[in-house]
């Protein structure tokens, strides 16, 4: 065997030995993002408008499994109240315990006298399109509104409920990072930063778009991995034949 061909052999050993790496890595990597994700998020289809134009009637969002005490004013969550028809909603929070709503100042939503920017309501349409009666947030509860503010049963509905219109924070299930579907939508949600320099800020992103690189970087792994063993043998062929038209030329 000549020195060419064992360099040959080799580089195809040692080539075979990291596309199978690759290929295990590959797989960590693409089934643990998914098993992740499936812990941590579940999906949700919207049923209406209200959330408009953030969130659509019918899109498909990935919400953040997360305890109530997590919750935080701009978090747009997904929870259950008795009350309100005992359905999964979703509705963007404005106010949490001890804090006081009004509307209107300039045509803005206040919180504890603070104007609040919400640039995710529809264009033209501000908070003032509800009217909401000036109220105080029970202790342990949550106000919330839906972005279409003119269409929404949310807090400012239910204000003569006994609870200032307010949720229980054990009542939400999850919080919505991300809109799945439809695509043309796809991507995670804007950071609410009307809201980040009260009292507590704002909520950090969940763990979405590590998951999702796990998952496009193992999917590259595999494929490239699987793909060297029939690259090699190519290449491996292609220097074979120069090699005999050099030794006979």
């Known amino acids: 065997m000549s ?4 360099t040959d052999e080799g580089r195809g050993r040692l080539g075979s030995v990291l596309s199978g790496v690759a290929v295990a890595l590959g797989c960590v990597l693409f089934l643990g993002g998914f098993a ?3 812990v941590q998020y579940q999906p949700y289809t919207v049923p209406t408008g209200s959330m ?18 997590d919750v935080r004013r701009g978090d747009v969550v997904v929870f259950k109240q008795s009350t309100w028809g005992d359905l999964p909603m979703v509705k963007r929070v404005v106010g949490i315990g001890g804090d006081h709503i009004a509307c209107c ?11 609040v920017a919400e640039p995710y309501l529809p264009a033209g349409k501000g908070a003032a399109a509800t009217g909401i009666p000036a ?18 049963l949310d807090s400012s ?4 409920d006994g609870e200032h219109g307010s ?6 299930q999850a919080r919505v990072d991300a809109v799945a579907w439809p695509m043309d939508k796809f991507g995670m949600l804007a950071e609410p930063t009307g809201f980040a320099d009260m009292p507590g800020g704002i909520s950090e992103p969940g763990p979405l778009r590590l998951m999702v690189i796990a998952v496009v970087v193992g999917m590259v792994l595999v494929l490239g991995g699987a793909a ?11 220097r074979g034949r120069a090699r005999e038209a050099a030794r006979v030329g």
Do not use: C, M
């Open 36 to 38: 992740w994700g499936a």
């Open 105 to 115: 100042k300039d045509g803005k939503l206040t919180v504890n006298g603070k104007e």
């Open 167 to 172: 949720v229980p924070r054990d009542a939400v």
């Open 157 to 160: 509905v239910h204000l003569g």
């Open 52 to 69: 408009t134009p953030t969130i659509g009637a019918g899109d498909r969002v990935l919400a953040q499994r997360i305890d109530g005490d």
């Open 3 to 6: 020195r060419t061909q064992r």
């Open 228 to 238: 060297y063993g029939p690259v090699a043998k190519r290449l491996g062929r292609g």
């Open 135 to 152: 109220t105080t947030v029970p202790k342990g509860r949550l106000f919330l509104l839906g972005d279409e503010r003119s269409g929404s």
